[in-house]
C-alpha cells in the first residue's frame, strides 16, 4: 500500500533555530513531491515540489531533499521565525500502473516561539 | 487574479438534504480536484477531472457527484447529506500532473 507519513505531528522551537521535517513513503516508484504549507482557517500553499529526477529544490529559507532508494524527504527551514508556525504536509504523486495519484501525510504542526 | 475561489466557506446541513459546493479558477489549468480533511487524516481525494467534460471518481467517491461542463467550474454536489460528510472541503487546481497544485480556502461543512 503506498502512504505517506509524516512525524512528529507536532513540533515547537524557538526562533532563530534551524529546523527539519520529515516525510517517508513507502514505495519509491513516484513522480513528484510536493510540500505544502496551511495556515489555520486556510488552504494549502505549495512550497516546493521536487520532481522524481531531482534532489532536492530550494526557495528562500526552505530547502526541501528526496531520497527515493529510502523513501524519504525532508524540509529544512533556516533561521525559523514566528511567521513560520503552520502545518507542513507532505504529498507524494505515486505511479498507479497507467496514472498517478497523489497521496497526503497527516503533516507537522509548527509552533515556532519568541 | 483570484486563482481557485470556493464557496460557501461555511454550511450546515440537515441529515438528508442537498447543496452544492462551488469551486471556480481563473488560472486556465485543466486539472482540477476536490479533497476532504478530516482531523488527524490525511487530504483523502474524491472526484478528479482533467479536463472538461471528463470527471473521474478518486479514493472516497460515495454520496458525491460532480459535473465539468467548462474549463473554469467543477461544482461538487452532495446528495442526502449524511453525519460521515462533515468535513473541510478543498478544491484544488494544477496545469499537468507534475506541476504544483493551488488550493481554494476551503468550505467547512457541518450535517447534523
Known amino acids: 500500500k503506498q502512504e505517506v507519513t509524516q512525524i512528529p505531528a507536532a513540533l515547537s522551537v524557538p526562533e532563530g533555530e534551524n529546523l527539519v521535517l520529515n516525510c517517508s513513503f513507502t514505495d519509491s516508484a513516484i513522480y513528484n513531491l510536493q510540500w505544502f504549507r496551511q495556515d489555520p482557517g486556510k488552504g494549502l500553499t505549495s512550497l516546493l515540489l521536487?520532481?522524481?529526477?531531482?534532489r532536492e529544490q530550494t526557495s528562500g529559507r526552505l530547502n526541501a531533499s528526496l531520497d527515493k532508494s529510502s523513501g524519504r524527504s525532508t524540509l529544512y527551514i533556516a533561521a525559523s521565525q514566528p511567521g513560520d508556525s503552520a502545518t507542513y504536509l507532505c504529498?507524494?504523486?505515486?505511479?498507479?500502473?497507467?496514472?498517478?495519484?497523489?497521496?497526503f501525510g497527516t503533516g507537522t504542526r509548527l509552533q515556532v516561539t519568541l | 487574479n483570484a486563482g481557485v475561489t470556493q464557496t460557501p466557506k461555511f454550511r450546515i446541513l440537515k441529515i438528508g438534504q442537498s447543496m452544492t459546493l462551488q469551486c471556480a479558477q481563473d488560472?486556465?489549468?485543466?486539472?482540477m480536484y476536490w479533497y476532504r480533511q478530516d482531523p488527524g487524516m490525511g487530504l483523502k481525494l474524491i472526484y478528479y477531472?482533467?479536463?472538461?467534460?471528463?470527471?473521474d471518481k478518486g479514493e472516497v467517491p460515495n454520496g458525491y457527484n460532480v459535473s465539468r461542463s467548462t474549463t473554469e467550474d467543477f461544482p461538487l454536489r452532495l446528495e442526502l447529506a449524511a453525519p460521515s460528510q462533515t468535513s473541510v472541503y478543498f478544491c484544488?487546481?494544477?496545469?499537468?500532473?507534475?506541476?504544483?497544485?493551488?488550493f481554494g480556502n476551503g468550505t467547512r461543512l457541518t450535517v447534523t
Open positions: 477531472s482533467v479536463g472538461a467534460g471528463i470527471t
Open positions: 504529498a507524494v504523486r505515486f505511479y498507479t500502473g497507467t496514472a498517478s495519484k497523489l497521496t
Open positions: 484544488a487546481t494544477g496545469d499537468r500532473d507534475n506541476s504544483p497544485l493551488h
Open positions: 521536487i520532481q522524481s529526477s531531482q
Open positions: 488560472m486556465n489549468h485543466n486539472y
